[in-house]
């Protein structure tokens, strides 16, 4: 039987940027506040000492701040007619397993999406018509607008100490920054980063093609910066070790760099780590939470009492979480009809390595987000007439790292993979060599979901996640078009080889590594017949749950989610405060 704990205004079930973020918001406002972590403790001062931060092999390689297998895994399949089974090996979905979660070793790339990625149901079809779509794509708006979401997209900026250059305030362009940007009210909070010569490079070689080169917005501080919370984060040092480490220079935008120190003093906020959520708790009647059931270090079951649920796991477990807790109708493929797990999506990829010819790249010179990119041909910023997809990529190059074991396979086609033929490649190609990448929309359709498993199970013998996943038409028809325009970019920037890479060519795998960005399965929406949350974040079944995180995204953007991850959770946040407090209820009506 479950011990009882005193009860709450707010349970947080998981303590990443979304969690973190709602925690400071709603503890600000004065609620009093538990954060439940699966995860351990980590912080900057006692866990990521400069000289430990650079252990490839042990954090980069060995992932050894990622969740393990053993905890939680996930079973895989292509499409609906095969059987799954489960991941049992590092892949591309990259679970936190810390308070911070993946904001703790994520790369800081702090985008915002595009104003048509918001309503692509809507104006897909007031510019090409109603027969644009593919078949079988599930397009939908999200119930926001970008406008809605803009002060809290500047909100975290600050928050975050994010660098960058602005392309457009209050519907002014903006010289050097990026002009196919939505209205912004102010500049970053920080100037760009510094360059380096790879950004020289793809700024020629976007001259020549006409394309409009710009700085990418990063969570990694280009100077000294003291954020709203009064938490001073000091001046990035390029040492090119962000993704899949801690930064122990107070330079990486994360929870434990920017929120935790200001959240810790609260005497409303506590957090209890390596506790585990098993259910939210449902009145008789299902449609209000009573609080969740965890489970502690020490196997003790317990009980959370709280009269708000906030879900804010990784996007995987929040959908999970809101299945084995029976919250919301499951998606049923075969009829096309329940919202949880439906429109799940994934980044679609596509680039070309490229490789130089007496360049000096010195690319042990790096930040996670220092890269420099075009948009272009991302979202709806180019015509899409005479093309049979819609959505697009942006295109960059990024100059994060000189990891000497990751870097490793940064060789020309036709290399040996060992030998000194190998060795000769590698040491000429570590100085010449980078890759135009391509972060590409994806779009929900009715063939990929996310489910509970049959057969599999977790070590508490709950039913396993099950994903359901191939790239679907639009994906492949959209990636190869942007993989021509890499090659092009590639060429124009000089480089002797240029190898061209489109994934969706072939069946998707979680084995290869090519990105971690997963999103949906709870997407938000106006529609409750397509959507498990309200535009609130607010289920529409159970009105004190509220779900923050990528998994509310009707779709993929194409750029890094976690700036809309945050500005979501802060939109919602607000309505919490300055609506729900005061009359809780559905915030908006089925």
């Not at 990443?16 to 600000?28: D, Y």
């Not at 070309?352 to 075009?374: K, R, T, Y």
Request: hydrophobic share 35%.
């Amino acid at each position: 039987m479950a011990q009882q704990r005193a009860r709450v205004d707010a349970v947080i079930v998981g303590l990443g940027w979304a969690g973190s973020l709602m925690a400071e918001e709603l503890t600000r406002a004065g609620l009093t506040v538990v954060a439940l972590e699966r995860g351990a403790w980590r912080d900057t001062t006692t866990d990521f000492p400069p000289a430990v931060d650079t252990d490839e092999l042990r954090w980069s390689t060995r992932r050894g701040m990622l969740q393990p297998q053993a905890v939680e895994t996930l079973t895989f399949r292509n499409r609906p007619d095969q059987g799954a089974l489960p991941l049992r090996d590092w892949n591309c979905f990259q679970f936190g397993w810390n308070v911070g979660g993946a904001g703790t070793h994520w790369n800081g790339m702090t985008w915002r999406f595009k104003p048509y990625d918001f309503q692509p149901h809507t104006l897909t079809r007031r510019r090409y018509g109603d027969k644009k779509l593919a078949d079988g794509l599930q397009v939908q708006d999200w119930g926001v607008s970008y406008d809605d979401l803009e002060p809290f997209y500047d909100r975290f900026e600050r928050l975050a100490g994010t660098s960058g250059k602005a392309g457009n305030i209050q519907g002014q362009a903006q010289p050097g920054g990026n002009p196919f940007e939505g209205p912004r009210q102010r500049d970053y909070p920080l100037p760009p980063l510094q360059r380096t010569r790879a950004c020289d490079l793809f700024d020629a070689g976007a001259a020549k093609l006409g394309l409009h080169s710009f700085p990418v917005p990063a969570g990694n501080t280009s100077g000294a910066y003291v954020n709203p919370l009064g938490v001073h984060m000091a001046p990035c040092t390029y040492c090119g070790y962000c993704e899949f480490f801690g930064c122990g220079n107070w330079s990486k935008s994360s929870p434990q760099a920017c929120i935790l120190p200001a959240l810790k003093r609260r005497p409303n906020f506590s957090v209890l780590t390596q506790s585990e959520v098993l259910k939210v708790n449902l009145a008789a009647d299902k449609k209000t939470a009573t609080g969740v059931t965890f489970i502690d270090a020490a196997g003790r079951l317990w009980e959370q009492p709280a009269d708000i649920v906030v879900i804010s796991a990784y996007q995987m477990d929040n959908v999970r979480l809101m299945l084995l807790s029976g919250i919301g109708k499951p998606y049923d493929r075969a009829s096309g009809t329940g919202v949880v797990g439906r429109n799940y999506a994934y980044q679609t990829i596509s680039g070309a390595s490229v490789f130089f010819e007496d360049e000096h790249l010195n690319p042990f010179i790096g930040a996670g987000a220092l890269a420099q990119a075009v948009d272009d041909y991302n979202s709806d910023n180019f015509d899409h007439t005479h093309h049979d997809f819609i959505g697009g990529a942006n295109m960059l190059i990024h100059s994060t790292n000189g990891r000497p074991i990751g870097m490793g396979g940064a060789v020309p086609p036709g290399t040996p993979r060992w030998g000194s033929d190998w060795k000769k490649a590698y040491r000429d190609s570590y100085q010449n060599s980078n890759s135009v990448y391509c972060q590409g929309t994806s779009y929900g359709h009715r063939d990929v979901y996310l489910d509970l498993d049959p057969t599999y199970t977790d070590r508490h013998g709950m039913p396993l996640l099950r994903v359901t996943f191939d790239w679907n038409e639009n994906d492949a028809r959209m990636a190869h078009f942007i993989a021509d325009r890499a090659v092009e970019m590639g060429h124009a920037m000089g480089a002797k080889v240029v190898s061209r890479f489109e994934p969706t060519a072939k069946a998707f795998s979680p084995m290869d590594q090519l990105s971690s960005h997963t999103t949906g399965g709870a997407v938000m929406g106006a529609d409750p017949t397509t959507s498990a949350l309200n535009p609130y974040l607010q289920s529409w079944d159970v009105h004190n749950v509220f779900v923050a995180g990528a998994s509310c995204f009707a779709n993929n953007g194409g750029c890094n989610p976690t700036g809309t991850v945050a500005a979501t959770t802060l939109w919602a946040a607000h309505a919490i405060k300055e609506q729900y407090l005061k009359n809780p209820g559905p915030l908006v009506k089925a």
